[in-house]
């Protein structure tokens, strides 16, 4: 069981866009910033957004992060097959002190 | 640029120590910018973080596993380490080694080895 929430599953046509959302609570999400993770299939994961919505540097601004209370959400827009992948969330937790994930969710593009 | 590569036996038997190398090049683990890390992923599961270890020695791990784990560095080789103790079939999983920065309320994992998969079987 992950300290975040991440649905399963998402789904979407080429071209089209999705959100990906990660629940949390004031301990971990709520006070502090939230990064997602592309996990391409048999790769290492990747930081795709970092302190809720900043991108580093090579990755495309088809990829948004946005926080809102103790929610997180990762927007892609332009849905390519190439971004068939895992996608995790992750954050601090204060309570614990440690890092925490949420249990990831496979994006297919249709 | 930043690599890390992990390095380590692929295979453990149960109740023994699992112990992997993270040897970092184009950077060194004696910045005092960032942290450096272990995270593991179980066949076909999620990613679960395991630990840090900051260049003066201070460590924080998961609670959940933290009876059982060590991770140290070491400078001269601008490498650091991560023991496991009395593995069992549950701790087979994918170990990733990781750059990361823990700042103010961020944190976060900016580079990754390939990761290494690490069988607990005897």
């Known amino acids: 069981q992950s300290v975040l929430t991440q649905p399963p599953s998402v789904s979407a046509a080429p071209g089209q866009k999705v959100t990906i959302s990660c629940s949390g609570s004031s301990s971990n999400i709520g006070n502090n910033y939230v990064s997602w993770y592309q996990q391409l299939p048999r790769t290492a994961p990747k930081l795709l957004i970092y302190?809720?919505?900043k991108r580093p540097s090579g990755i495309p601004d088809r990829f948004s992060g946005s926080k809102s209370g103790t929610s997180a959400t990762l927007g892609i827009t332009g849905l390519q097959t190439g971004d068939e992948a895992d996608y995790y969330c992750?954050?601090?937790?204060?309570?614990?002190?440690?890092?925490?994930f949420g249990g990831g969710t496979k994006l297919t593009v249709l | 640029q930043l690599q890390l590569q992990e390095s380590g036996p692929g295979l453990v038997k149960p109740s023994e120590t699992l112990s992997l190398t993270c040897t970092v090049s184009g950077g060194s683990i004696s910045s005092s910018d960032y942290y450096w890390g272990w995270i593991r992923q179980p066949p076909g599961k999620g990613l679960e973080w395991i630990g840090s270890i900051y260049y003066s020695g201070s460590t924080y791990y998961n609670p959940s596993l933290k009876s059982r784990v060590t991770i140290s560095g070491d400078t001269s080789k601008n490498q650091f380490s991560l023991k496991l103790s009395s593995v069992t079939a549950a701790d087979t999983a994918v170990y990733y080694c990781?750059?990361?920065?823990?700042?103010?309320?961020?944190?976060?994992?900016?580079?990754w080895g390939q990761g290494t998969l690490v069988t607990v079987s005897s």
């Open positions: 990781a750059r990361q920065f823990y700042y103010d309320g961020s944190a976060y994992s900016d580079c």
């Open positions: 302190e809720n919505n």
């Open positions: 992750g954050t601090w937790d204060s309570s614990l002190s440690a890092g925490v």
